[in-house]
Structure formats: C-alpha cells, structure tokens
C-alpha cells in the first residue's frame, strides 16, 4: 500500500522490520512499532551495539527514552527513539506465566532476556520527540489496540471474515453490509450488557 506523506503506521512486534520501516520514512510517513527485545539489530546513537536488555534491567523509570538506530542489511541504520513503559507488578508477572505456559507446552525454555522484556511494553518510533513525547506515542500505540480488540469484537458480534469474493464489485458490499449491521448492533449489545451469537 503507497505511502502517504505525513502519515503514522502503527503496527505490532510483527511489523519491527527496519527495511521496511527505512521505506515508509523515505516516502514520508513516520512508524510508531512495538518491539521485542531479539527481532531487530539494535543500536545506540553512535551506531554502536546497544544493550536493549541491560537498559531494561537497570531502568527504574515508568517509563524510559532513548535515541537508537535500527541495522539495515544494506545501507545506513535507521534512527529511531526507542520508548520502553514498565509493565505494572501484576501485569508483569502475567505476561511470564504465560510465556513460560507456551515454552512448556511446547517442550522450550523461556531464554532471561525474553522474561526481563515481558515486564514492558517496548516501541520505537520516528515521530519527532518535540512534537510527539513519550507519552503521546504510548497513547498512540494503545489506540491501535483498541482498533483491534473492536475489529475482533466486531468478528465474533457480526460473523466478520473475508469477503466471499475477491472482486472489488461484490467485497465491497459484502464489507459495507457487515459494518451497516455493526452500527446497527452495537448500541444495542451495549445496552444489554452481552453479545449476540
């Protein structure tokens, strides 16, 4: 999908892919993505091996900022800002659990780093530290997320899923019928309290 100047991606850990983060930024656009600690090669400012895990462990902010850059397989890294929010105790400990239910279930184990990460909620970002501070960019990333818990609450309210065509001419009515009945729907399981089958 083409890039529009001056538009915010704001995508999940699957999306933490500097080549493609590198071309939505040279088209213009600006990315707010949440990370993890092992799927990009992290660097300091200086373009040296930054230390994504020994800043997490000594940090004892709620939240912590720092300027990295993202190596590229080819070409200059790209700079970001890397925004690190503590996780409550709570919810913390939650996001352990079940990581290492999934290990378990599946005969691994969960590696120190991974349980250290799980205790924040780690994004990088593009946007201008001026314009958009730390905690802009958290609300940014939490609004994406309740786009998508609507999306699936929309899913199982309405039976939402692919289109039964591929052709634009009978998708894009079947699309437009489905959220005519999820406007129509909504206010009424919200008023009782449940959700239709």
Not at 69 to 79: E, F, I, M, P, T
Not at 131 to 145: D, H, N
Request: hydrophobic letters at 45%; charged letters at 25%.
């Amino acid at each position: 999908m083409p890039v529009v100047a001056g538009e915010i991606r704001i995508g999940d850990r699957v999306y933490l892919q500097a080549e493609r983060i590198a071309k939505v930024m040279a088209q213009g656009g600006d990315v707010v993505v949440r990370a993890s600690w092992k799927n990009a090669r992290w660097l300091d400012a200086n373009g040296e091996a930054f230390d994504l895990i020994g800043h997490l462990e000594s940090c004892r902010e709620e939240v912590f900022e720092t300027p990295v850059r993202l190596g590229l397989k080819q070409g200059a890294s790209v700079k970001m800002r890397l925004i690190a929010l503590r996780k409550s105790e709570p919810a913390a400990q939650e996001a352990r659990r079940k990581l290492n239910k999934e290990a378990k279930a599946k005969g691994n184990k969960v590696q120190p780093q991974t349980l250290i990460a799980a205790g924040f909620v780690i994004l990088v970002t593009s946007l201008d530290r001026e314009e958009f501070p730390a905690g802009t960019v958290l609300k940014l990333y939490r609004m994406r997320w309740r786009i998508e818990l609507a999306f699936k609450r929309l899913k199982s309210l309405i039976g939402l899923r692919a289109p039964p065509a591929k052709d634009p001419r009978i998708a894009k009515p079947w699309i437009l019928a489905h959220f005519l009945i999820a406007l129509v729907t909504e206010p009424l399981s919200q008023e009782l309290g449940v959700s239709p089958p």
